[in-house]
């Protein structure tokens, strides 16, 4: 039964899916991609049933190992196609008549269009300007009281903190910086 449950047996399922016709074949092939790469620093026992991996354990490894040669946000992306390739994996596994593969709709294809879009948008306008507060509150106006916060924190990569409350506490920011700490890897 474990065999059924192995990296060989996720793979393998992934081209069905694009050879049936199932899933886009380009879709299918970066699960694919996403799913040899990560799944790829598993020993031998490890990836004999994928039902029994923690992903966020493996990615956390897999970043420790290959972290320098993927942006976070590739890391993000890599791990939600593993999530998706082994939640349609499992689901087809339970119950083979009833799969139906979540390939995303247009709904979230289109808001994750615009939210690259507006990230591209004010990439340009910081470079384009200086005072870093003032370009969000030109860029957005922001909707009941938030603002959104630019910080660079290295030469290429500027994070965007949304949401903020006009009137945020010193106990509040010591919640979001906690969350945020908690999240860095390494020293």
């Known amino acids: ?23 886009n074949k380009t879709t ?3 699960r ?7 799944l790829g620093i598993l020993d031998d026992d490890e990836a004999a049933d994928v039902s029994k991996i923690d992903l ?7 970043s420790n190992l290959n972290g320098l040669n993927y942006t976070s946000d590739s890391l993000t992306t890599y ?12 689901s087809y596994l339970e119950n083979p008549m009833a799969f139906r593969p979540s390939t995303g709709g247009t709904a979230r294809k289109s808001q994750e269009r615009a939210r690259v879009s ?7 306008s910081t470079a384009a300007s200086s005072p870093a507060v003032e370009q969000t509150s030109e860029l957005t106006p922001p909707a009941v009281a938030t603002l959104i916060l630019p910080i660079p924190i290295r030469a290429d ?15 509040e920011a010591s919640k979001i910086a906690n969350v945020i700490r908690a999240m860095a890897v390494g020293d």
């Open 56 to 62: 966020d354990d493996v990615m956390r490894r897999f």
């Open 32 to 38: 694919k991609a996403a799913v040899n790469n990560v």
């Open 118 to 124: 507006l990230v591209e948008t004010r990439k340009r």
């Open 1 to 23: 039964m474990n065999s059924q449950k192995s990296k060989a047996a996720l793979l393998e399922f992934l081209d069905y899916l694009a050879r049936k016709g199932l899933m």
């Open 157 to 171: 990569l500027t994070v965007y903190i949304q949401g903020l409350p006009y009137d945020l506490t010193q106990a």
């Open 28 to 30: 299918a092939s970066s």
């Open 79 to 90: 791990k939600s196609r593993v999530r998706s390739a082994l939640d349609d994996f499992l």
